[in-house]
């Protein structure tokens, strides 16, 4: 499909790739309405000349306000998005209800479409580097396993209810606006006390990060290259870094010199996967591949955010 002369739906538009996916979109001629609760997006990142709607898409009601029949495609992006939510349950019945809730009424209304944001966290500890194909998905998150269930629910509709769906597994996405993340953790952490850092886990976790410019063109090459009922397509870099690299570099970008103090284990919580390198070659063979790797995807987004955050 063109995105460019298309009417969109961005639920979590307020959020860090919905909002930088709606800006893109808008640059490029679409029409784009955003939805969301602004429980963690915030009103003043959704761009200019975005229609705005606040809604909670665990409402049924709020999702039919939002989701009109004459969208051509639904981005659904909405949802809690912490690894270690405080409650396990919410997290995930909240998460599947917002997709539950957005799939029953794109079929009551006709919009046949959608472009959903999984993670890697469905793979579970799988071998590196992980392929779409690779099964089988066993979770160790909440976090995970909502997503895992998500994507099913994705799936029943494409080859049940005639949905065409992209289905992106993310590997750490980072950059502007991010919050609750190691990045702007580390920046608060250091500009609070440059003299020491904790560091949760061994420092050891190595993970793919990836700029959210990158992630959001990404995405829109996919859905408008890739023609199958149901598609997923990894998003990520073929480098990773590691937790005391990304320590490094924040530490580089704020001139400071900190020792670091280290809580310990392999993983930083229960339900961390310590080592996560995402397959892009599905990615790369439709044509398109990240110019941007995973330790200057990093500095960039930490230099963005010190701009952010540190006064």
């Known amino acids: 499909m063109n995105l460019a002369d298309s009417h969109v739906l961005v639920t979590g538009g307020a959020g860090l790739v919905g909002s930088h996916l709606a800006a893109s979109l808008l640059d490029r001629g679409a029409t784009v309405r955003v939805a969301d609760d602004l429980s963690k997006g915030a009103r003043d990142r959704v761009p200019d000349g975005a229609e705005f709607v606040e809604a909670d898409m665990t409402d049924p009601d709020d999702v039919a306000a939002a989701l009109s029949p004459d969208l051509d495609v639904v981005f659904h992006f909405a949802a809690y998005t912490d690894t270690n939510y405080d409650d396990d349950r919410e997290l995930f019945e909240e998460n599947t209800a917002m997709t539950y809730n957005v799939l029953d009424r794109m079929h009551e209304v006709g919009v046949d479409r959608i472009a959903f944001t999984s993670s890697s966290t469905v793979y579970g500890e799988a071998p590196r580097p992980t392929p779409e194909d690779y099964g089988p998905l066993e979770p160790i998150s909440i976090y995970g396993s909502s997503k895992l269930a998500d994507e099913g629910l994705i799936s029943t509709h494409a080859h049940s209810y005639g949905l065409t769906a992209w289905v992106f597994r993310f590997a750490n996405i980072v950059g502007p606006h991010q919050r609750g993340n190691v990045i702007p953790d580390f920046i608060e952490k250091l500009d609070d006390d440059p003299s020491e850092l904790t560091i949760l886990g061994d420092g050891r976790q190595e993970k793919s990060y990836m700029h959210v410019t990158e992630c959001v063109d990404a995405i829109q090459h996919v859905v408008e290259h890739a023609d199958d009922a149901y598609n997923v397509y990894n ?15 924040v530490s ?22 310590p080592k996560m390198r995402l397959s892009i070659e599905k990615l790369v063979a439709l044509g398109w591949e990240p110019s941007i790797e995973s330790d200057a995807a990093v500095r960039r987004s930490a230099r963005e955010l010190i701009d952010e955050i540190v006064e």
């Open 235 to 249: 998003l990520g870099t073929r480098t990773t870094t590691s937790v005391t690299d990304i320590a490094d570099i």
């Open 252 to 273: 580089e970008e704020l001139g400071v010199d900190p020792a670091y103090a280290y809580t310990g284990g392999d993983r930083g919580w229960t339900g961390d996967v």
